[in-house]
């Protein structure tokens, strides 16, 4: 009982929380809200003209209340015809406004948190990434967020109208006639118990229906990224048989809230005309002792429709903003997700010379699992240094946290004898120019994705900076030169080609540290020399950090750092490790 509570609780809290993104469009949402209220108000206009008239008309003798001359009879329906009539065009006006308005407001509140969302993802670590599915992320971003547009346009504003509605539909009713009011309405108990089952039911299958559609877009992103992979390994009947059994899960999932639907709507259909029949019978019973006439009845049978209508709605509008309540709860929980890089730093890195320093540095991406243990190095200004190792020895960590990927659980980190921690974030990001050995390509033109549309950066730098490094050729021999277009994640270059275009990118934001993960093991040697020219030309004048896994490319390094299991076992130059007799690097040269 006390976790219902507490679930109620948060569901009140979500609300609050989601009607605060409303506060930049406050005029639109009173709009809204006022909109929504008039046209509550106006619902009963037409209901109580058509009784007015039908009973006037219907009075045949000069004693009945109302009693009109024929003579006055056609002025009169003509009159209530033109109130109809105008009642009907405001009517439309208000709903068309309404609609408007109320998706204009929840189109830009998606807007606002859309982005919201998107700019908190830009500053998550890399770990929230690591153990977070992409397709779960796009899912929060896209279809969750938009669910929350419902939330305004068919939720919040439109059940307080409809609350509204039968507040006045049933007073009228009972000022009308209270008698035949409570036989027609014995039946709403009954359809309040119906809506209370049906709510509760596909509430549930909500959280089934959102989960299913994470998991499919997850398993879709993934699969499609990795198609080379299941089609090299002959996966594709296995693969096929995952994505089957998730997407039946998925319609399995919307079957059941389908059912509930399914259900209901007959039941209020039955409970309706079960209320129409009570007063029918009611009516033929008791029309001397009410003096219940023609107008009445049609005015009867029109209210029984009309309050049946927005309770039957109303149960749709409450599942619409569960609905948005419950992806407004993923969405904000991506949003209260503080795996983020603390930016604190005051220091401009603007002017970074390249001394760095790591000092007595350990490192874990889960728990206490290091894989850096208590490391510790100094690269000068202007210094290259190698660093090599068997695969999980740590290389590609010390990459990750010299650009502040990830945050060092013990230790320190200085650039130019400052804590690294104390620099702007961005600024920092800008002075480390990195060249993975796994290239991000966007799906763009080769300039746009070495400029990745900075306007500081022109056509002709890109190209000056291309001719430097020895790849302009290759460049200008694709269709299009710099304008050629990649494709998605760079799919229509090499991973050799890649790399080089990586080069560029890295070398036209002239960072004053490099860092190189050279992966060269899967390339022409064609490729590998431009590499390596790109590699040597980039080190001129900076700070380079090189990732090496062949020692034939690192013959340029002023100093190699040999690790082994997170931890340094060894450095020096070439010549002062190739001596040592029993050292990881000499047998490594033996190998070659």
């Known amino acids: 009982m006390e976790n219902k509570k507490k679930k109620n609780q948060l569901n009140f809290k979500l609300i609050e929380r989601i009607l605060?993104?409303?506060?930049?469009?406050?005029?639109?949402?009173?709009?809204?809200?006022?909109?929504?209220?008039?046209?509550?108000?106006?619902?009963?206009?037409?209901?109580?003209?058509?009784?007015?008239?039908?009973?006037?008309?219907?009075?045949?003798?000069?004693?009945?209340?109302?009693?009109?001359?024929?003579?006055?009879?056609?002025?009169?329906?003509?009159?209530m015809g033109l109130f109809l009539l105008a009642t009907l065009l405001l009517e439309a006006v208000l709903q068309f406004t309404n609609i408007y308005v109320t998706n204009l407001l929840g189109q830009n509140i998606v807007k606002d948190l859309r982005l919201q969302v998107y700019s908190h993802i830009l500053k998550l670590k890399n770990t929230y990434f690591d153990n977070t599915p992409v397709g779960t992320l796009v899912t929060r971003s896209i279809s969750d967020i938009e669910s929350l547009s419902d939330v305004f346009s068919q939720g919040f504003i439109v059940i307080c109208g409809d609350i509204l509605m039968l507040v006045i539909f049933i007073s009228a009713m009972l000022f009308n006639n209270w008698a035949i009011a409570l036989v027609t309405l014995s039946t709403i108990p009954l359809l309040l118990i119906a809506t209370n089952l049906f709510k509760n039911g596909v509430k549930k299958t909500f959280n089934e229906v959102r989960n299913a559609v994470a998991a499919l877009n997850a398993f879709t992103n993934e699969?499609?990224?990795?198609?080379?992979?299941?089609?090299?390994?002959?996966?594709e009947k296995i693969e096929y048989e995952k994505f089957k059994e998730i997407n039946q899960k998925h319609k399995a999932a919307n079957i059941r809230s389908i059912w509930y639907y399914s259900i209901f709507f007959p039941v209020v259909e039955i409970l309706s005309a079960v209320s129409i029949a009570l007063f029918v019978w009611f009516a033929g019973f008791k029309s001397n002792e009410y003096n219940i006439q023609l107008g009445d009845i049609t005015f009867f049978i029109m209210m029984i429709n009309m309050v049946f209508r927005p309770i039957r709605m109303l149960a749709d509008r409450l599942n619409t903003l569960q609905m948005g309540i419950v992806a407004s709860e993923r969405v904000f929980h991506v949003l209260d997700t503080n795996e983020v890089i603390t930016d604190k730093g005051v220091v401009s890195a603007k002017n970074i010379k390249g001394h760095v320093e790591f000092k007595n540095v350990w490192f874990a991406y889960k728990a206490e699992d290091y894989v850096l243990k208590d490391v510790s190095f100094t690269i000068d200004e202007g210094e290259t240094v190698a660093i090599i190792g068997a695969t999980g020895a740590g290389k590609s960590s010390i990459i990750n946290l010299l650009s502040r990927f990830y945050e060092i659980n013990k230790g320190e980190i200085l650039i130019d004898r400052i804590n690294?921690?104390?620099?702007?974030?961005?600024?920092?990001?800008?002075?480390?120019?990195?060249?993975?050995?796994?290239?991000?390509?966007?799906?763009?033109?080769?300039?746009?994705?070495?400029?990745?549309?900075?306007?500081?950066?022109?056509?002709?730098?890109?190209i000056a900076a291309a001719k430097e490094i020895g790849i302009h050729d290759f460049i200008a021999?694709?269709?299009?030169?710099?304008?050629?277009?990649v494709k998605e994640r760079g799919v229509m270059l090499s991973a050799g080609q890649?790399?080089?275009?990586?080069?560029?990118?890295?070398?036209?934001?002239?960072?004053?540290?490099?860092?190189?993960?050279?992966?060269?093991?899967?390339?022409?040697?064609?490729?590998?020399?431009?590499?390596?020219?790109?590699?040597?030309?980039?080190?001129?004048?900076?700070?380079?950090?090189?990732?090496?896994?062949?020692?034939?490319?690192?013959?340029?390094?002023?100093?190699?750092?040999?690790?082994?299991k997170g931890r340094i076992v060894e450095q020096g130059n070439t010549s002062e490790l190739s001596k040592k007799v029993d050292g990881i690097y000499r047998k490594m040269l033996e190998l070659i």
Do not use: C
Not at 445 to 453: D, E, G, R
Not at 478 to 484: F, I
């Open 20 to 79: 605060s993104y409303s506060k930049p469009y406050k005029k639109l949402f009173f709009l809204a809200v006022s909109l929504t209220l008039l046209l509550s108000s106006l619902a009963i206009v037409r209901p109580l003209l058509i009784n007015k008239m039908l009973n006037r008309i219907g009075a045949i003798h000069p004693s009945d209340p109302g009693f009109l001359p024929d003579s006055e009879k056609i002025h009169f329906i003509n009159v």
């Open 223 to 235: 699969h499609i990224t990795g198609m080379r992979i299941v089609q090299l390994f002959n996966r």
């Open 420 to 462: 690294y921690n104390d620099y702007r974030l961005n600024e920092l990001r800008e002075s480390v120019g990195v060249v993975l050995q796994d290239v991000m390509l966007f799906s763009d033109s080769i300039l746009n994705n070495i400029t990745l549309h900075n306007p500081a950066i022109t056509e002709a730098k890109v």
């Open 477 to 485: 021999g694709l269709p299009g030169g710099y304008h050629y277009n």
């Open 498 to 564: 890649r790399q080089l275009v990586a080069f560029v990118r890295a070398y036209v934001y002239d960072p004053p540290i490099f860092v190189l993960d050279e992966a060269t093991s899967s390339i022409d040697l064609e490729t590998e020399k431009l590499i390596q020219k790109a590699s040597i030309q980039l080190a001129k004048n900076r700070t380079s950090v090189i990732i090496a896994h062949r020692l034939s490319t690192i013959h340029h390094a002023g100093k190699i750092i040999v690790m082994d």
